[in-house]
């Protein structure tokens, strides 16, 4: 139906899906580069889903400034929106109930970087932005990529008004289709349109991109507990040595602290569930001593790409450009990402000033993007950390029985001869799977592993059952649209992964999204619901399902968590 009805029709010279840190850096450096150069400044319009700039923009940001200097040499007398620079930081490597403190690793050196929200930084890039003459429309998702023969020419925006029968309502608005010389997609990770032009211009990396789910919290504590400057790197518990990831804690103003907990994807554990880890994790009493006393206040969940260079995308094609997490603009060695976005912008915006100039945004001008992204120090990061990542499937070829020794072969790999050999390690390219294609089947699960499906007793004080997660993010959806998780083929879930795999959507969801409940028309089977009204956009499950049949796509605009205050 959506397919057929009359659409507007709006055209722009550049523009970017999604206002993020990578879209709105690389307007801005555009607009500042027009003026230097005296070109005439091209009509560009930013559109983002979110009902507001900032709304769904989240991370455990410590920043380093290294590419903000760059795209504003003064940005704190322009009212950088900083909480505090990085003073103190520890890393401590925790079992269940003790902590053991570790020197500073390289990678994990935060000394002189800058503790930020990421909502605010975003708010004020789009506020330098607007004084540059840039138009940002929130409330606005785009549907999928508009393609006229080999090349991109603009997206289509979501429809609203729909009702979940795929119907329109009486409040009925076509989205209209906007066309563009180029289009540059930072949607973030696992991005509707970027899926799909990734796929028609054949632009995937050597490797599959991996991605990791970060749960994050902010809490209110006590003010003897707060420690400004502070940032606090953990990892192991409550993690099995099967399972990449770890955790951060800083500090921001007004007695607030940032948590946060990541779980690799490639986890061999079905049970494996991110949330529970996370509510694990501040139990243990390093965190629960901080924590005491005080309140959680907000709640969130994300997905970061952290397959490093290997994995990322070709950058470039006809008529349009990645930036940001949707081009793999994230060091999971570092845990940063928030830099190379801004890095990323700045770059493409470089590309579209040649491209405006030759009035040519072929993949033949725009490859300068590449060019300049080899040339640049963005390029020698993620070369030093390009095995980073992958180098933990050593960890999956070490037999059970050695324990937390089956992490020596990561670790000697990962840092210890990636330090030596600039990032190489023992191979070059260290070829990987999908994320999901890790997971095992119940069956060949013993019994520890087994025991993961208990989940930690919530007490509402430290720990949070999921739905009252969802409050705290402030997740919100017209709940008559049509589902925006689509599911290829249900019976799947009530008949084959049931039985194989135990429904791990029900573990891997941070938002109790789905959920098997019995059938009354099959005794002795369960059927699938879908509560997308609880979706926080993480696109976990778009990554981790075992069979690969979720896909995640924008719902009607201005639906989705609120992380203004993250």
């Given at each position: 139906?959506?397919d057929?009805?009359?659409?507007?029709?709006?055209?722009?010279?550049?523009?970017f899906?999604g206002?993020?840190?990578?879209?709105?850096?690389?307007?801005?450096?555009?607009?500042?580069?027009?003026?230097?150069?005296?070109v005439?400044?091209?009509?560009i319009?930013?559109?983002?889903?979110?009902?507001?700039?900032g709304?769904?923009?989240?991370?455990?940001a410590?920043?380093?400034?290294?590419?903000?200097?760059?795209?504003?040499?003064?940005?704190?007398?322009q009212?950088?929106?900083l909480?505090?620079?990085?003073?103190?930081?520890?890393?401590?490597m925790?079992?269940?109930?003790?902590?053991i403190?570790?020197?500073?690793?390289?990678?994990?050196?935060?000394?002189?970087?800058?503790v930020?929200?990421?909502?605010?930084?975003?708010?004020?890039?789009?506020?330098?932005?607007?004084e540059?003459?840039?138009?940002?429309?929130?409330?606005?998702?785009?549907?999928?990529?508009?393609?006229?023969g080999?090349?991109?020419v603009?997206?289509q925006?979501?429809?609203?008004?729909?009702?979940?029968?795929?119907?329109?309502?009486a409040?009925?608005?076509?989205?209209?289709?906007?066309?563009?010389?180029?289009?540059?997609?930072?949607?973030?990770?696992?991005?509707?349109?970027?899926?799909?032009?990734?796929?028609?211009?054949?632009?995937?990396?050597?490797?599959?991109?991996?991605?990791?789910?970060?749960?994050?919290?902010?809490?209110?504590?006590?003010?003897?507990?707060?420690?400004?400057?502070?940032?606090?790197?953990?990892m192991?518990?409550?993690?099995?040595?099967?399972?990449?990831?770890?955790?951060?804690?800083?500090?921001?103003?007004?007695?607030l602290?940032s948590?946060?907990?990541v779980?690799?994807?490639?986890?061999?554990?079905p049970?494996t569930?991110?949330?529970?880890?996370?509510?694990?994790?501040k139990?243990?009493?390093?965190?629960?001593?901080?924590?005491?006393?005080?309140?959680?206040?907000r709640?969130?969940?994300?997905?970061?790409p952290?397959?490093?260079?290997?994995?990322?995308?070709?950058?470039?094609?006809?008529g349009?450009?990645?930036?940001?997490?949707?081009?793999?603009?994230c060091?999971?060695?570092r845990?940063?990402?928030v830099?190379?976005?801004?890095?990323?912008?700045?770059?493409?915006?470089?590309?579209l000033?040649?491209?405006?100039?030759?009035?040519d945004f072929?993949?033949?001008?725009?490859?300068?993007?590449?060019?300049?992204?080899?040339?640049?120090?963005?390029?020698?990061?993620?070369?030093?950390?390009?095995?980073?990542?992958?180098?933990f499937?050593?960890?999956?070829?070490?037999?059970?029985w050695?324990g937390?020794?089956?992490?020596?072969?990561?670790?000697?790999?990962?840092?210890?001869l990636?330090m030596?050999?600039?990032?190489?390690?023992?191979?070059?390219?260290i070829?990987t799977?999908?994320d999901?294609?890790?997971?095992?089947?119940?069956?060949?699960?013993?019994?520890?592993?087994l025991?993961?499906r208990e989940?930690?007793?919530?007490?509402?004080?430290?720990?949070?059952d999921?739905?009252?997660?969802?409050?705290?993010?402030?997740?919100?959806?017209?709940v008559d649209q049509?589902?925006?998780?689509?599911?290829?083929?249900?019976?799947?879930?009530?008949?084959?992964?049931?039985?194989?795999?135990?429904?791990?959507?029900?573990?891997?969801?941070p938002a109790?999204?789905?959920?098997?409940?019995?059938?009354?028309?099959?005794?002795?089977?369960k059927?699938?619901?879908?509560?997308?009204?609880?979706?926080?956009?993480?696109k976990?499950?778009?990554?981790?399902?075992?069979?690969?049949?979720i896909t995640?796509?924008?719902p009607?605009?201005?639906?989705?968590?609120?992380?203004?205050?993250m």
């Amino acid at each position: 139906m959506s397919d057929a009805v009359e659409r507007e029709r709006l055209d722009v010279d550049i523009l970017f899906v999604g206002a993020g840190a990578a879209t709105l850096s690389a307007a801005i450096r555009l607009a500042d580069l027009c003026q230097e150069r005296g070109v005439e400044m091209p009509a560009i319009m930013i559109i983002e889903k979110a009902p507001e700039i900032g709304g769904h923009q989240l991370s455990g940001a410590v920043m380093d400034p290294i590419a903000l200097r760059e795209l504003m040499p003064d940005f704190m007398a322009q009212g950088f929106p900083l909480q505090y620079e990085v003073e103190t930081e520890r890393v401590y490597m925790l079992t269940e109930k003790s902590s053991i403190r570790l020197p500073v690793p390289p990678m994990m050196a935060n000394h002189g970087n800058l503790v930020v929200s990421l909502s605010d930084l975003v708010k004020w890039l789009a506020e330098k932005a607007e004084e540059r003459g840039i138009d940002i429309y929130p409330n606005f998702a785009a549907r999928r990529p508009l393609f006229e023969g080999d090349r991109v020419v603009g997206v289509q925006v979501q429809d609203a008004g729909i009702d979940k029968d795929g119907e329109p309502k009486a409040v009925f608005e076509p989205g209209p289709e906007i066309y563009a010389q180029c289009v540059v997609f930072g949607e973030g990770t696992r991005g509707s349109c970027t899926k799909q032009v990734c796929d028609e211009f054949k632009l995937h990396g050597i490797n599959p991109q991996a991605y990791e789910t970060g749960i994050k919290e902010i809490w209110r504590v006590k003010p003897e507990n707060h420690v400004p400057g502070r940032v606090i790197h953990t990892m192991g518990f409550p993690h099995d040595p099967a399972t990449f990831g770890g955790s951060w804690l800083y500090d921001m103003k007004d007695n607030l602290v940032s948590v946060g907990f990541v779980t690799g994807l490639n986890y061999p554990n079905p049970y494996t569930d991110p949330h529970d880890n996370m509510q694990r994790f501040k139990l243990h009493p390093l965190i629960k001593g901080i924590l005491e006393g005080g309140e959680c206040i907000r709640y969130g969940a994300k997905t970061l790409p952290a397959g490093g260079l290997h994995s990322m995308p070709q950058l470039y094609m006809n008529g349009g450009l990645l930036v940001g997490d949707s081009a793999g603009f994230c060091n999971g060695g570092r845990l940063k990402g928030v830099h190379m976005a801004i890095k990323s912008g700045m770059m493409a915006a470089e590309a579209l000033l040649e491209g405006i100039v030759a009035n040519d945004f072929s993949a033949k001008t725009l490859k300068v993007y590449h060019e300049k992204f080899e040339a640049s120090w963005a390029y020698k990061e993620h070369r030093q950390y390009r095995n980073f990542h992958s180098s933990f499937d050593f960890v999956h070829k070490m037999p059970k029985w050695l324990g937390m020794a089956r992490l020596l072969p990561f670790m000697l790999n990962a840092v210890a001869l990636a330090m030596i050999t600039g990032g190489r390690g023992l191979v070059s390219v260290i070829k990987t799977e999908p994320d999901h294609k890790h997971m095992k089947k119940l069956s060949e699960l013993d019994s520890s592993e087994l025991a993961k499906r208990e989940k930690v007793a919530y007490d509402n004080k430290y720990t949070f059952d999921k739905v009252t997660a969802v409050a705290l993010a402030g997740s919100s959806h017209e709940v008559d649209q049509p589902h925006h998780l689509h599911v290829a083929d249900t019976d799947i879930c009530s008949t084959k992964c049931a039985e194989e795999y135990g429904n791990p959507c029900e573990n891997f969801c941070p938002a109790a999204v789905y959920e098997m409940i019995e059938d009354d028309t099959n005794p002795g089977r369960k059927r699938l619901v879908i509560h997308h009204e609880n979706c926080v956009h993480c696109k976990t499950c778009d990554v981790a399902d075992p069979y690969a049949v979720i896909t995640w796509v924008t719902p009607e605009a201005g639906g989705g968590p609120d992380y203004t205050q993250m």
